[in-house]
C-alpha cells in the first residue's frame, strides 16, 4: 500500500528558501511523519520567480485589498504573480492527500497572518495567497499549519482525515460504484459518529438512496459532508458514545466480570485518567476473542497506523 502523499511548505523540510536563506525546519515532519508519508515540498515565492535571499514580503491593506508587497519597499508589489503561480501549482496538486503549512507566512500562513494597514497595529485576520487559493481549489483536502500541530487533538484530527481522504481517493482511482461507496460509509461510521452525530445520521440516508442516476451528485455531496465533520476533533464525550456502541454489539457474550472491567475502563478514560489507546486495546482484545465482521472493518479501531502512536496521548 503506497504512503499517502502530503504536500508541505519546502522551509519546513529544511530547504534553505526563506527569504533570509535559511529555513524552518519541523523535526516531527522529517522525523516521526516521514515513516508513514511521502512529502512534496513547494514554496511559492520561489516557484514565483524570487530569489534567496529576498527582500521579506508582508500582506498590507490597500483600497480595500489585500496586497502583497515588500515590508521595506511597498512599491514592489508582488500580489499578481503569487496569485499565478498559486493558480498553476493547484492544477498540479490533484493527488495530494493533505498539506501542511508554514505558520504566519504572507504566502502560505492558514490564518491568522497580520495584515498591516498603515497605522498601529498589523490585525492577525490574513491568509498567505498561496494558502488562499489551495484552500478555495480543494476544500476538503486536509490542510494544517506546523504551529497547529502541536496541539496533540488537532494533530490527531489532521492524520485521520489524511488516511481516510487517501481511503476516498483510492476509491475514486478503482472506480467509484454505488456498492464502493455504501462499503465506505460503512466503514467510516464510527470514525464519523466520534466527531459529529447530526451529520452521522444525515449520511446514512444519502448513501442508502444512491444509485448509478445520482452518484456522482451523491457522492460529492457525500465526501464534503465527510470531511468537514472530520474537521471537529473528538471529544472524549464523543469517544465514550462510539466505544459503549461498540461494546453493545457483543456485550451479551461478556461475562459480568468482564461487562464491569470494560465499563470501568470506559469510566476512567471519560474521567481523564487513561488515554483512548486503554479502552479501545480492551475493545479490540474482546473482538479477538468474538470476532464480529462488521466491526472488525471500523477504520475507527484502527484509523492510521498504530505505531503512530496518536492515542496514547489524547
Same mark, same amino acid.
Given at each position: 500500500?503506497? !504512503?499517502?502523499?502530503? /504536500?508541505?511548505?519546502?522551509?519546513?523540510?529544511?530547504?534553505?528558501?526563506?527569504?533570509? /536563506?535559511?529555513? !524552518?525546519?519541523?523535526?516531527?515532519?522529517? *522525523?516521526?511523519?516521514?515513516?508513514?508519508?511521502?512529502?512534496?515540498?513547494? %514554496?511559492?515565492?520561489?516557484?514565483?520567480?524570487?530569489?534567496?535571499? +529576498?527582500?521579506?514580503?508582508?500582506?498590507?491593506?490597500?483600497?480595500?485589498?489585500?496586497?502583497?508587497?515588500?515590508?521595506?519597499?511597498? $512599491?514592489?508589489?508582488?500580489?499578481?504573480?503569487? !496569485?499565478?503561480?498559486? &493558480?498553476?501549482? %493547484?492544477?498540479?496538486?490533484?493527488?495530494?492527500?493533505?498539506?501542511?503549512?508554514?505558520?504566519?507566512?504572507?504566502? %502560505?500562513?492558514?490564518?491568522?497572518?497580520?495584515?498591516?494597514? *498603515?497605522? *498601529?497595529?498589523?490585525?492577525?485576520?490574513?491568509?498567505?495567497?498561496?494558502?488562499?487559493?489551495?484552500?478555495?481549489?480543494?476544500?476538503?483536502?486536509?490542510?494544517?499549519?506546523?504551529?497547529?500541530?502541536?496541539?496533540?487533538?488537532?494533530?490527531?484530527?489532521?492524520?485521520?482525515?489524511?488516511?481516510?481522504?487517501?481511503?476516498?481517493? /483510492?476509491?475514486?482511482?478503482? *472506480?467509484?460504484?454505488?456498492?464502493? &461507496?455504501?462499503?465506505?460509509?460503512? +466503514?467510516?461510521?464510527?470514525?464519523?459518529?466520534? $466527531?459529529?452525530?447530526?451529520?452521522? +445520521?444525515?449520511?446514512?440516508?444519502?448513501?442508502?438512496?444512491?444509485? @448509478?442516476?445520482?452518484?456522482?451528485?451523491?457522492?460529492?455531496?457525500?465526501?464534503?459532508?465527510?470531511?468537514?465533520?472530520?474537521?471537529?476533533?473528538?471529544?472524549?464525550?464523543?469517544?465514550?458514545?462510539?466505544?459503549?456502541?461498540?461494546?453493545?454489539?457483543? @456485550?451479551?457474550?461478556?461475562?459480568?466480570?468482564? !461487562?464491569?472491567?470494560?465499563?470501568?475502563?470506559?469510566?476512567?478514560?471519560?474521567?481523564?485518567?487513561?488515554?483512548?489507546?486503554?479502552?479501545?486495546?480492551?475493545?479490540?482484545?474482546?473482538?479477538?476473542?468474538?470476532?464480529?465482521?462488521?466491526?472488525? /472493518?471500523?477504520?475507527? &479501531?484502527?484509523?492510521?497506523?498504530?505505531?503512530?502512536?496518536?492515542?496514547?496521548?489524547?
Amino acid at each position: 500500500m503506497r !504512503k499517502p502523499l502530503i /504536500g508541505i511548505s519546502a522551509c519546513l523540510l529544511g530547504d534553505a528558501v526563506r527569504h533570509d /536563506g535559511g529555513h !524552518k525546519h519541523y523535526r516531527y515532519v522529517t *522525523g516521526e511523519l516521514a515513516q508513514f508519508f511521502e512529502f512534496r515540498p513547494f %514554496c511559492p515565492e520561489v516557484a514565483s520567480g524570487l530569489g534567496v535571499p +529576498r527582500p521579506a514580503l508582508r500582506l498590507n491593506m490597500r483600497d480595500g485589498a489585500v496586497r502583497l508587497q515588500e515590508s521595506q519597499n511597498p $512599491r514592489h508589489d508582488h500580489t499578481q504573480r503569487l !496569485k499565478r503561480t498559486a &493558480l498553476e501549482a %493547484c492544477d498540479t496538486l490533484g493527488e495530494l492527500s493533505g498539506y501542511i503549512l508554514k505558520k504566519d507566512s504572507p504566502s %502560505c500562513g492558514m490564518e491568522r497572518v497580520r495584515v498591516y494597514s *498603515g497605522s *498601529g497595529m498589523p490585525e492577525k485576520n490574513g491568509r498567505g495567497l498561496f494558502a488562499a487559493q489551495l484552500l478555495e481549489t480543494f476544500p476538503q483536502l486536509p490542510v494544517e499549519e506546523e504551529g497547529r500541530l502541536s496541539d496533540l487533538a488537532l494533530r490527531e484530527s489532521f492524520i485521520e482525515r489524511v488516511f481516510v481522504y487517501s481511503r476516498w481517493q /483510492g476509491l475514486l482511482r478503482e *472506480g467509484l460504484t454505488p456498492a464502493g &461507496l455504501m462499503q465506505f460509509h460503512a +466503514r467510516h461510521k464510527f470514525s464519523l459518529l466520534s $466527531r459529529d452525530e447530526s451529520v452521522y +445520521r444525515e449520511l446514512g440516508p444519502m448513501v442508502a438512496g444512491v444509485c @448509478k442516476t445520482n452518484l456522482d451528485s451523491v457522492a460529492e455531496a457525500y465526501i464534503e459532508n465527510l470531511m468537514q465533520a472530520l474537521k471537529r476533533p473528538a471529544s472524549r464525550k464523543r469517544h465514550c458514545n462510539v466505544l459503549m456502541h461498540l461494546m453493545g454489539y457483543f @456485550k451479551t457474550e461478556l461475562s459480568a466480570e468482564e !461487562k464491569r472491567e470494560l465499563l470501568q475502563i470506559l469510566e476512567e478514560y471519560r474521567l481523564g485518567m487513561v488515554p483512548l489507546v486503554v479502552p479501545i486495546t480492551l475493545l479490540k482484545h474482546y473482538l479477538r476473542r468474538l470476532p464480529n465482521p462488521y466491526l472488525l /472493518g471500523q477504520t475507527y &479501531l484502527d484509523p492510521y497506523p498504530r505505531e503512530m502512536r496518536l492515542r496514547n496521548a489524547i
